[in-house]
């Protein structure tokens, strides 16, 4: 891990985090200061993912706990890709029973991921088409993780295309695989992966996303952003991302907040910050 000096993040009121996993450590050890740290970075809101049979239950809980002062947290459950083989009626059932709290706002994250394989292709094509039409009868944003499989994963959607625009996670493809997830009618969610400068189509599709189709995120306590590359990253450093991105796009940060934040309250339904 860095020994570099820490960099306080910049402010800019109004972000969403609208993807981290604050059970994780060291977030979880500091819930309370990560959540003030984040604050002090203008994160208004968080999305924390519940992502297996495991934790799911725990997230709710997390994201129903009352800590007055501090920005509410929201959750998103379901089962990871990697995890896929667990994915059966019964634990279809229980996502669906904790989806009837009002802070879970979306199901996921599934999806595909080729580059580990940690299931069959088969059993991740088969979870994430469960997951899709969970998500639709729910009507809640499906949450999606893709990696080195946006082809298949977008044949799934073609087969059992939802009513609600979803949300590509931690979007890592180049600006080919953005217009096919943008035709479909998703957001692109970008991590701190877009602030370094080797992933230059990411970085282009970043640049040239449609504002209103853009969102921001950690995925804490992985992929921290320049300039806290090689540290754990935390839901404060997206602040980082906003500055970065604003730079690359020639936006203003604070602009970029605000409309990533509205982006984040279209697509998961969440109500005003308490700000606003």
Partial sequence: MSTKKKQPPPTFRGLVDTHCHLDYSPMIDDLAGTLERAAAAGIERLIHIGCSLKSMARAVELAEA??????????????????????????????????????????????????????????????????????????????????????????????????????????????????????????????GIATFPSAAGLREAARTCPADRLLLETDAPYLAPVPMRGRKNEPAYVAFTCANLAALRGDEPLELARQAANNAEAAFGLPPAASA
């Fill in 66 to 191: 009352e800590r007055p002062g501090l920005p509410p947290v929201f959750a998103v459950i379901g089962v990871h890709p990697h995890e896929a083989t667990t994915v059966d009626d019964a634990a279809l059932a229980t996502i669906e029973a904790l989806a009837a709290s009002p802070k879970v706002v979306g199901i996921g994250e599934s999806g595909l991921d080729y580059h580990y394989n940690r299931s069959p292709p088969e059993a991740q094509q088969r979870a994430m088409a469960a997951h899709i039409e969970l998500a639709e009868r729910l009507q809640k944003p499906l949450i999606l993780h893709i990696r080195d499989a946006h082809a298949d994963a977008m044949e799934i959607v073609d087969r059992l295309p939802p009513t609600r625009p979803g949300i590509i996670h931690c979007f890592t493809g180049g600006p080919e695989e953005a217009a096919g997830w943008l035709q479909r009618g998703f957001y692109l969610s970008f991590s």
